[in-house]
């Protein structure tokens, strides 16, 4: 174990499996995570104008509502937080030490690329119809074609972006 | 009502392990995308695997189904992309984004915010998306084995001998 309570990942990615298996076991169910926030945008839409959501396509598709995977997704914060907790690694930190090497300890940079960087990820893990958990790790688990050829080309395009941003070494 | 709880419960373990696996940092996240840290993507496979024995098992035994997504070449290859460019930029994907939170990274709050726009945008651009982009390429929801031909038993091994050896690869180079 590590001063910072950290596991080896093998180890925890391993026991994370178990709790795949178990989903499916008990409740049939394979994990995922950015349908919930297609809901959570439905429910949020339907606040201002419930007439329009109540109409538009992907919102009758994925009904805007508290399902079983908008729980797993609250409970992945409830989860991190608590052993975060236990292990005194909670720390609040609003830019990252990578960042914070390269592009300085600015918030409002990091908040920008953070939040663009957001909505061209949803929009493409939506139009893939699957996140790294809904088709990297449940597809991929299921031996899903999908599942890796998406992984796959998540990685291509992270590998693009992140190399752009990072190019030329570290200004440390 | 039953439901929702399991869903709380798995969600909660799914997050200890992560966060355990430190795998909800921005550090980690794009370390492995320039090729610095491997963390996430040992995370990842170690998961897979485990899993994968798993819930082939329980599918031999007649306890547990497959729920696959359909192979859409346009939707899956271009959202694929699409999703990484933005991955890069964020540094969390959606589930480790809440994580990210729980462990006290601030900076996640500005990408989840994205995302809940991002998946706007998304909705209002469907029909049009549902007519085009996403009838390109549709082979249905297809396996590995499938494609092969053979029992998923004679796909699994091999996966699991080539992620060792993935694995024993990383650490002989300190990835």
Redesign the interface.
Known sequence: MNK????????????????????????????G??T???K???M??KIFSPERVAK????I?ETPA???????????????????VT?N???????????ESRFGSA?AP?????????????????????????????????????????????????????????KGGDKK | MMTLLYGLITGILFGFFLQKGRVLRYDKQIGALLFKDMTIVKFMLSHIAVAMVGVYFLYDMGIAKLSLKPMILGGVVLGGLIFGLGWGLLGYCPGTSLGALGEGRTDAIWGIAGMLVGAGIYAEAYPYLQKTVLTWGNYGKITIPQVLGVNHWLVIVPFIVLTVMLFRWFEKKGL
């Open positions: 910072d309570g950290g596991w080896s990942p093998y180890v925890a990615g391993g026991l994370s499996g178990l709790v795949s298996i178990g989903s499916v076991w008990f409740v049939g169910k394979y994990l995570a950015s919930s926030f297609v959570t945008a439905g949020l839409e538009m396509p992907y919102f598709k508290i399902d079983w995977q908008w729980m797993v997704v609250i409970g992945i914060a409830i989860g991190s937080f608590v052993a975060a292990s690694s909670f720390k609040l930190q609003a830019v990252p030490d990578l960042w918030v990091r908040a920008m690329v953070a939040f663009v960087g957001g909505i061209i990820a949803m929009f493409g893990v939506r139009l893939a119809d699957g996140c790294p958990s809904g088709h990297g790790l449940s597809g991929g688990l299921q031996l899903a074609v999908s599942g890796y050829v998406a992984l796959i080309c998540f990685f291509i395009g992270g590998i693009i972006s992140a190399n752009l941003l990072y």
